[in-house]
């Protein structure tokens, strides 16, 4: 059974900085890209980044390019987001999906993290 | 980048009935990369139909999807009551994907 699990959210100030995590099973992790999909509250999905099964090629949306960073450890079948000058428009629960930039859907989610930026 | 519009905004059915939910991109989505996911409140997103049409793994039959270039359709033919939910479709033929802004089917 394939299984993601977020962790790393919580409550940050504007500027500051967090790292999530998705941990996988289930599946061979270094076959598939992966990707982040945040929602912001009561509104709709929104792609954050990408990165393939061996983490040499990244992508990212216009919105946190420069300031947000994915990667993966494939010894340890987990993702990562590490999110850096973060901003109040950044509050948003985060998804890790299984699904690359283009060309398949995301057919696993994980259950989401929130990420709240406030002072 | 490809701008999705869904329709109706919400739209409030008794169980039983058929739902029609549309989705138009701004441009052509080749190869029908489309896909529709449901979401209940407090879960994550779940796949239902992608290739425009082909119904994911464990969907019910009731679930199903048409339409090419840039207008689709799901159709869920006899609502159920675990069908109450919203409904988002996605382009992801082309960076970035694209997800429509939802459509809530609510309980009349």
């Known amino acids: 059974e394939v299984q993601l699990l977020e962790s790393g959210g919580g409550l940050e100030q504007p500027g500051g900085s967090l790292r999530l995590s998705c941990a996988a099973s289930?599946?061979?992790?270094?076959?598939?890209?992966m990707s982040w999909v945040r929602q912001a509250p009561g509104k709709g999905l929104e792609w954050v980044s990408a990165?393939?099964?061996?983490?040499?090629?990244?992508h990212y949306a216009d919105s946190v390019k420069g300031r947000f960073t994915i990667s993966r450890d494939n010894s340890k079948n987990t993702l990562y987001l590490k999110m850096n000058s973060l901003r109040a428009e950044d509050t948003a629960v985060y998804f890790c999906?299984?699904?690359?930039?283009?060309?398949?859907?995301?057919?696993?989610w994980g259950q989401g993290t929130l990420v709240t930026v406030s002072s | 980048e490809i701008v999705l519009t869904q329709s109706p905004g919400t739209l409030s059915l008794s169980p039983g009935e058929r739902a029609p939910l549309s989705c138009r991109a701004s441009?052509?989505?080749?190869?029908?990369?489309l896909a529709w996911y449901q979401q209940k409140p407090g879960q994550a997103p779940r796949l239902l139909i992608y290739g425009a049409s082909i119904r994911a793994t464990g969907i019910p039959e009731r679930f199903s999807g048409s339409g090419s270039g840039t207008d689709f359709t799901l159709t869920i033919s006899r609502l159920e009551p675990e069908d109450f939910a919203v409904y988002y479709c996605q382009q992801y033929v082309t960076s970035p994907q694209t997800f429509g802004q939802g459509t809530k089917v609510e309980i009349k």
């Open positions: 999906a299984k699904g690359p930039l283009t060309g398949d859907p995301y057919d696993y």
């Open positions: 441009q052509s989505v080749g190869r029908n990369y």
């Open positions: 990165i393939s099964g061996n983490g040499v090629n990244t």
């Open positions: 289930g599946f061979t992790f270094n076959n598939y890209a």
